[in-house]
């Protein structure tokens, strides 16, 4: 993996948040891949809980100051960067006071979603691949984990679809059994479809439930990684029957040459 770019999208990584499988992963996969020579980056939103002192979070000026337009709105894009100690890997946060302020990262403490988790997820990928673009850095692989995350392949493939930057960019979607109970807000297709998005690459949207989501970001990536052993019976048939190339889950003390060799079966 040598001098291979791989670009990690993730809901949550750990140190910056509590230990799960999400987190866990999304720090464990990329440190793997850097252990080997790759170049990586690692995107995950700014959320209130994070402790900016402890972690030495700092805003990047010049890659903030964009306004990003989620359902008609203008939102502010702020950039804050930090490095994860001893691995010399540099982490990016996609922060905005609306959106990511609030001191929790999904639910309030009753446990009830927040309302506008859906335009959260929409700020999250354009965030995302617009900072990316003003790094003019080129990845060979985007890794997205976590719902948080799961807008991402569908922006790439139809709001971003003509960005040269991306033209040879690979999609690699980690489908994990973590979810939320319930939907997010039902206005949520309208939203996407306002960014051009047709209807019928989204259709699942009209139910927006943790399954839904990730059977869009399926649809839209062009490999699936197995990443808990415990994924629904009903996603498994799904990524079985979507004809894509998928890895199996693989346990901790085999992942790393799963992972290496899955990606360099979707790179050219």
């Known amino acids: 993996m040598e001098d291979k770019r791989i670009l990690y999208v993730s809901s949550e990584v750990v140190p910056y948040l509590a230990e799960n499988e999400v987190s866990l992963l999304s720090y464990d996969v990329p440190k793997m891949i850097n252990d080997q020579g790759g170049q990586i980056r690692i995107f995950m939103p700014r959320y209130g809980n994070i402790n900016e002192r402890r972690h030495q979070l700092h805003e990047v000026i010049r890659l903030s100051g964009m306004n990003l337009v989620v359902n008609d709105l203008d939102m502010p894009l702020i950039i804050k960067v930090a490095s994860i100690p001893k691995e010399r890997i540099q982490v990016y946060f996609i922060d905005n006071d609306e959106y990511f302020k609030r001191k929790a990262t999904f639910s309030d403490e009753e446990g009830v979603l927040y309302p506008d988790n859906d335009e959260r997820a929409i700020f999250f990928a354009k965030g995302v691949v617009e900072t990316v673009k003003k790094l003019n850095w080129v990845p060979d692989i985007i890794h997205v984990h976590g719902w948080m995350a799961s807008l991402l392949p569908i922006y790439m493939k139809h709001?971003?679809?003509?960005?040269?930057?991306?033209?040879?960019?690979?999609?690699?979607?980690s489908v994990y059994?973590?979810?939320?109970?319930g939907s997010l807000d039902a206005e949520m297709i309208n939203k996407i479809k306002f960014d051009g998005v047709p209807q019928d690459?989204?259709?699942e949207l009209e139910l927006p439930n943790y399954?839904?989501?990730?059977?869009?970001?399926?649809?839209?990536?062009?490999?699936?990684?197995?990443a808990s052993e415990n994924v629904s019976g009903s996603l498994t048939k799904f990524i079985q029957s979507s004809e894509k190339p998928f890895l199996p889950f693989a346990s901790k003390d085999k992942f790393s040459e799963a992972y290496t060799n899955f990606y360099k079966s979707m790179l050219p």
């Open 177 to 181: 059994s973590q979810s939320f109970e």
């Open 201 to 203: 690459a989204i259709q």
């Open 211 to 226: 399954e839904n989501l990730i059977k869009a970001a399926i649809k839209h990536s062009d490999g699936i990684i197995i």
């Open 159 to 173: 709001y971003y679809k003509d960005e040269a930057l991306f033209s040879e960019t690979k999609i690699v979607t």
